[in-house]
């Protein structure tokens, strides 16, 4: 079983940056993807952005494109999502993500994802 601890957060003007830390333990498969979820206030869960270690393919949710970068190393299971221009709308609780197979057509869906962490919220101020 894979156990995420999540780290960083805070609360940023509009415009600035932060960064998210995620490490796993536990049993990772060889083809493993991690990937960082939002949850803003009063809306669902959605997709940020995913790594996919095996020749080390990125993806963003739209929104998030140019001014987000995920990044990692596999060999240590640590993923970062650095956050740049923060907006008011990043407002969010921002989960890490762990998922065993590396399905790209279902990257961005929350059921390709098996654990996850506790949350870190992420403030922006106007």
């Known amino acids: 079983q894979v156990q995420l601890i999540e780290s960083g957060g805070g609360l940023v003007q509009a415009g600035g940056s932060l960064r998210l830390s995620c490490a796993a333990s536990?049993?990772?498969?060889?083809?493993?993807?991690m990937g960082w979820f939002r949850q803003p206030p009063g809306k669902e869960r959605q997709f940020v952005a995913s790594?996919?270690?095996?020749?080390?393919?990125?993806y963003y949710e739209d929104s998030v494109k140019g001014r987000f970068t995920i990044s990692g190393d596999r060999y240590k299971n640590t993923v970062n999502l650095q956050m740049n221009g923060l907006e008011t709308e990043d407002t969010a609780t921002y989960y890490c993500?762990?998922?065993?197979?590396?399905?790209?057509?279902?990257?961005?869906?929350?059921?390709?994802?098996?654990?996850w962490g506790q949350g870190a919220q992420v403030t922006v101020s106007s």
């Open positions: 993500a762990y998922g065993p197979y590396a399905i790209v057509s279902s990257i961005s869906r929350q059921d390709a994802y098996t654990a």
């Open positions: 536990g049993s990772t498969s060889r083809t493993y993807i």
């Open positions: 790594i996919r270690w095996h020749g080390g393919h990125t």
